[in-house]
């Protein structure tokens, strides 16, 4: 099942140029590129990360923006900044500020796609836009923190959907987990397996925990309830530990 993207994140947002670069030499990057530096509200003049069609990355200065094109002058070689694991983070919505800092963090470690949804025990957008509507702030969020960070593209920041679509949705994942605070005996690596996987989805409940029959239903959909310790973490904690824990064990920071 697809589900809906609401920021225009995930690859149609990387900065990818049609021809190579040459450091200190201004190149024009082609209409794709161009509509990549628009998802990024980008102008002329800020720096953004670029890639040539062989992968490699630079920073750059964006020189021109119109209609059919765009120019750049890259100034820097730099590592690839896209982690080869693909993390999918699934959030049950908390109350208050907590998922805006959960989008800026989880930009920051590198994740791939973020799903809030709601759950038996979490709130849902109406109650959080009740006294104020903040919820279309969402996609600033991460584009301000995909600049910060120097991502090379977007996490994908998909629709607010229940638990049962959200599961749904992770069924061609290669791994899937989710935080329990409850006796299990699996831990986080164990949860992953001996194999390197490409793509690791990720389940976080909120701050009530799931009920039995979440758990359950879960389980019955090849998602392996996994402890990220022996302290009980809020909800936002417990989203940045394994996103950073994926990234260890499998991704970027191995």
């Given at each position: 099942m697809s589900l809906v993207c609401v920021n225009s994140g995930g690859?149609?947002?990387?900065i990818v140029s049609t021809c190579a670069l040459t450091l200190?030499?201004?190149?024009?990057?082609?209409?794709?590129?161009?509509?990549?530096?628009?998802?990024?509200?980008?102008?002329?003049?800020?720096i953004v990360t670029v890639e040539d069609p062989f992968?490699?990355?630079?920073?750059?200065?964006?020189?021109?923006?119109?209609?059919?094109?765009?120019?750049?002058?890259?100034?820097?070689?730099?590592?690839?900044?896209?982690?080869?694991?693909k993390i999918c983070v699934c959030q049950?919505?908390?109350?208050?500020?907590?998922?805006?800092?959960?989008?800026?963090?989880?930009?920051e470690i590198g994740v791939t796609r973020i799903v809030?949804?709601?759950?038996?025990?979490?709130?849902?957008?109406?109650?959080?836009?009740?006294?104020?509507?903040?919820?279309?702030?969402?996609?600033?969020?991460?584009?301000?923190?995909?600049?910060q960070c120097r991502r090379a593209q977007l996490p994908e920041l998909m629709e607010v959907v229940d638990f049962e679509t959200m599961l749904d949705?992770?069924?061609?994942?290669?791994?899937?987990?989710?935080?329990?605070?409850?006796?299990?005996?699996?831990?986080?690596r164990e949860g992953i397996g001996t194999a390197k996987p490409d793509r690791i989805a990720v389940i976080v409940g909120p701050e009530g925990g799931f009920a039995d029959e979440e758990i359950t239903l879960a389980q019955s959909r090849g998602v392996v309830p996994v402890s990220v310790g022996r302290r009980i973490l809020r909800t936002e904690?417990?989203?940045?530990?394994?996103?950073?824990?994926?990234?260890f064990c499998v991704g970027d920071y191995a």
């Open positions: 690859p149609v947002s990387r200190e030499q201004e190149t024009a990057i082609g209409t794709a590129a161009r509509d990549a530096l628009i998802i990024w509200q980008a102008r002329v003049g800020e992968q490699q990355c630079y920073r750059a200065r964006i020189t021109g923006l119109d209609e059919g094109d765009a120019t750049v002058v890259p100034f820097e070689q730099i590592d690839a900044v896209e982690s080869s694991l049950a919505l908390p109350e208050k500020e907590r998922f805006e800092l959960v989008l800026q963090k989880m930009t809030p949804f709601v759950s038996r025990h979490s709130t849902t957008v109406e109650q959080r836009d009740a006294g104020q509507k903040k919820s279309h702030r969402w996609p600033d969020v991460l584009l301000r923190a995909g600049r949705a992770l069924a061609d994942w290669d791994v899937k987990l989710l935080l329990s605070e409850k006796n299990t005996a699996w831990s986080f904690t417990a989203a940045i530990v394994a996103a950073t824990l994926a990234q």
